[in-house]
């Protein structure tokens, strides 16, 4: 058994180019899905797995990210006043979930830098990885089943998803054998974005990770990689060429719900998906949504990109 996991990573200084220009002035972890910005799923994710040390890796945006978690006390008082305390308890409600502490990245040089900048706070434990671009499901739990085989197993583990083939350039991709369990692979090559042809297979990694502390060690001597940036997925690929380093690298293939908010087509698809699937939202949603697609069925043109 591995000690308990209790931090959690968040790495959240991406420049959010894609969508441009609603994120000149806000970072795009800020814009919402729904109702909530696309942090908070995130966030309230960890704290449901039981991490409540939370550590954001923030670009020169932060101010909103830390305002979004912090108190406001006009509005709350302008709440009060008018007893609207439902508004008040979704107000407040970010603020008390969780422990939050902030980073900067500074030169953002990829996800394995934003990782490495965590350093400090993480110390000698393992602790979690979550990527603010990929929503999971709360009613789909991951992150608890990830942590449970971490520990049992005192080794890395990733989250794998089965995409299809055409898309797989767009994640990092792994090489797995089975193991005795249908639901987690031993993780023997990860190779970053590659082309189709080059894939050992679609399993795509998904924005989830629980990490040894050795992976500080690896992402200090990582050279730049995919986009000259230093990647994650590199350091893992020496974790998983060589168990002696920290027991090697397992992946939890998950079969559950997820949304990809990081491109601007998945953003739509996850809102409309999300709020179908709510209370107060959704019957008249899904009426809607039936309206206005059968007036498009004439309009088809075709398969989109995706991406
Ligand atoms: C990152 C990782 C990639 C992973 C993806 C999951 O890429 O580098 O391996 O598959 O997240 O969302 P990004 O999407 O940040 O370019």
Redesign the pocket.
Known sequence: MGPHITKAVIPAA?LGTRFLPATKAIPKEMLPVVDKPAIQYVVEEAVNAGLEDILMIVGRNKNALANHFDRVTELERNLEVKEDTARLERVNYPTDLADIHFVRQGDPKG?GHAVLRARRHIGDQPFAVL?G??LIDARDPLLATMIAEQERRNATVIALMEVDPDQIH???AAAVERTDNPDVVKVVGLV??PDRADAPSNL????RYVLRPEVFEILEKTEPGKGNEI???DALQTLAADDSIAGGVYGVIFRGRRYDT?DRLDYIKAIIQLAVDRDDLGPDLRRWVKQFASGLSDHIEGPGTGH
């Open positions: 991406g996800l990527l671009d990929d767009l994640y990092g970053e974005k795509a990694i998904i924005g990647q994650l997925t990081g």
